[in-house]
């Protein structure tokens, strides 16, 4: 871990040019903006820890990863991902939170097909001290909170020429740990379930490319039961993401929380965050976000590594609760790849059969076109372009045949 926190200070360390200067700046301008936008309602919800990012790319880019959701920290952001992900994924993520506390995290993910799903496990942990009023120490312990969730998701008619709508839910079970010697009655105990939507298409592309550039996504986060009388940060989000260029991705997200009690327990503010993942090398690219929460403003930089079955984020937080020169909101993720169950390599050779196909076709071999296009399809039966070609094929064979028949009769 020690090695892993070198590399991403010396990755991260154009920040330490602008020192205290840079936090005094941040703090002025955090003020000015805490007039109109302050927000009374901040931190009147249980569990914390659902508003933390673990680390990854969702932290990466700020958090507005709504419609990116393009790793295993999808988990975190919209639960219909897990459906349309590339490869399979584990991820172990650990994060230097304030004061002291850290945040331990494992994400696993898996598809098969048009069918996703994955799970989650987050520990958050802080030493807590109790005093009484002569300030003498009564009582230490430590105040956690565990997060449990099982994902599962379904891209809906996904095609060669739609990228599908894919649908998907969390069940979430949260736990929080309160030492009795600190404050008796306290732990307890939750259910919840996140909902997610997710699509991509292409829109205002300037490049060559099979993978679509623009992404909507939409979920609504946190809905479960009160704890002990407290309600939980349920929100809706809404994101959008695009590609202007091949090697950059910039995303934007609006949240939303809500209450289920507006009138008992008023919800926060809306607020935005805004993302961006530029791709430096095939395996080095940085990101970095914003976003604007409680009279908060928050900025994150980050990095990924990608090493030939790892990939490495690392990422640094500043906000009102951080100071330049420590550790704190320093996260790293390490994510294992481990593989994508063929479906690059059965893509390849339905892209061959479909070649060899229109290869015969123009030489005018038409039996050895079909053949070849419906073994394209045997792999992927999704794949329109050999069933259109296979289609007129056997149309002007046809046409042919009764032509033949039409000479015979004269």
Do not use: C
Request: charged share 20%; proline share 5%.
């Amino acid at each position: 871990m020690r090695k892993l926190s070198l590399l991403g200070a010396l990755i991260l360390s154009p920040l330490a040019l602008w020192g205290q200067s840079f936090s005094d700046i941040y703090n002025e301008a955090s003020n000015l903006l805490s007039g109109p936008f302050f927000d009374p309602n901040t931190g009147l919800t249980a569990f914390p820890s659902l508003l933390i990012p673990s680390g990854g790319l969702y932290e990466g880019m700020g958090t507005a990863f709504t419609a990116v959701a393009s790793d295993a920290s999808y988990i975190e952001a919209n639960p219909a991902a897990s459906a349309t992900l590339v490869k399979s994924e584990l991820s172990v993520l650990h994060n230097s939170w304030i004061a002291d506390s850290s945040l331990e995290s494992v994400e696993y993910t898996n598809r098969y097909k048009d069918l996703g799903y994955g799970f989650a496990g987050k520990f958050l942990y802080l030493p807590f001290t109790a005093y009484d009023e002569w300030g003498d120490q009564v009582s230490k312990g430590y105040y956690s909170e565990a997060i449990a969730t099982v994902n599962v998701s379904y891209n809906f008619f996904s095609s060669y020429y739609f990228y599908g709508l894919a649908l998907g839910a969390n069940i979430k079970g949260a736990y929080r740990n309160v030492p009795s010697s600190i404050y008796p009655g306290q732990s307890a105990g939750t259910a919840m379930i996140d909902l997610g939507a997710l699509t991509r298409f292409n829109l205002f592309k300037t490049y060559a490319s099979t993978d679509k550039n623009f992404s909507v996504g939409a979920a609504v986060k946190n809905l479960g039961f009160y704890v002990e009388g407290e309600p939980l940060p349920t929100e809706a989000s809404f994101g959008l993401a695009y590609k202007p260029i091949r090697p950059l991705l910039v995303s934007t997200d609006f949240n939303y929380p809500f209450s289920l009690e507006p009138s008992l327990y008023p919800a926060e503010l809306w607020n935005i965050a805004t993302g961006m993942d530029l791709s430096l090398t095939d395996f080095f690219a940085v990101q970095s976000g914003f976003s604007y929460a409680g009279d908060d403003p928050r900025i994150t930089i980050g990095s990924t590594v990608a090493l030939k079955t790892m990939t490495l984020d690392l990422n640094y937080t500043l906000d009102l609760a951080t100071q330049f020169g420590t550790d704190e909101r320093f996260s790293v993720a390490a994510n294992i790849n481990l593989g994508d169950s063929g479906r690059a390599e059965i893509e390849r050779e339905v892209e061959d059969y479909y070649a060899e196909g229109l290869e015969a076709y123009a030489k005018g071999d038409y039996a050895s076109a079909l053949s070849f296009w419906e073994q394209a399809l045997k792999l992927d039966p999704t794949f329109q372009p050999a069933a259109q070609y296979e289609q007129t094929v056997k149309t002007a064979m046809g046409l042919e045949k009764a032509m033949e028949n039409v000479r015979k009769v004269e």
